[in-house]
Nanobody
Framework: QVQLVESGGGLVQAGGSLRLSCAGS????????LGWFRQAPGKEREFVAA????????SYADSVQGRFTISRDNAKNTVYLQMNSLKPEDTAVYYC????????????????WGQGTQVTVSS
C-alpha cells in the first residue's frame, strides 16, 4: 500500500518561498514518477511538476517554470517542491502523487495521492 504524506505548506507573502515535502512509503519508487498537483477553490486539480524517481527528466507547468523546482532525496524516500517568487495565484491545496512508469498532465491518470497541504500566498 503506497502512502504519500505532504508537509511544508503555510502562509507566505507574495515574493516569498516555501518548500513542500512528500514522504513516500509502502513500496520501492524506482519505477515510478512522482508529481505535484494543486487545486484552488472552484478549480480543477492541475499539474505543477513531476520527475522520475530514478532521476533524469523533470517537467513543469508553464505557470511555475523557472520559479518552482522538484527534487528528491532517495535516502529519505522524499520528494520536494521548492517554490520561489510565490504569487497570490499560487494559492491552492498542493498534492503529491505517484504514477507507475510515465508521467501525465491529467490528474485522473495518477493512482496514488497524498492528503494535500494548503499554501496561501498573500498580496
Amino acid at each position: 500500500q503506497v502512502q504519500l504524506v505532504e508537509s511544508g505548506g503555510g502562509l507566505v507573502q507574495a515574493g516569498g518561498s516555501l518548500r513542500l515535502s512528500c514522504a513516500g512509503s509502502g513500496r520501492t519508487f524506482s519505477s515510478y514518477v512522482l508529481g505535484w498537483f494543486r487545486q484552488a477553490p472552484g478549480k480543477e486539480r492541475e499539474f505543477v511538476a513531476a520527475m522520475r524517481w530514478s532521476g533524469g527528466s523533470t517537467s513543469y507547468a508553464d505557470s511555475v517554470q523557472g520559479r518552482f523546482t522538484i527534487s528528491r532525496d532517495n535516502a529519505k524516500n522524499t520528494v520536494y517542491l521548492q517554490m520561489n517568487s510565490l504569487k497570490p495565484e499560487d494559492t491552492a491545496v498542493y498534492y503529491c502523487a505517484a504514477r507507475y512508469f510515465s508521467s501525465s498532465f491529467n490528474a485522473s491518470e495518477w493512482r496514488y495521492w497524498g492528503q494535500g497541504t494548503q499554501v496561501t500566498v498573500s498580496s
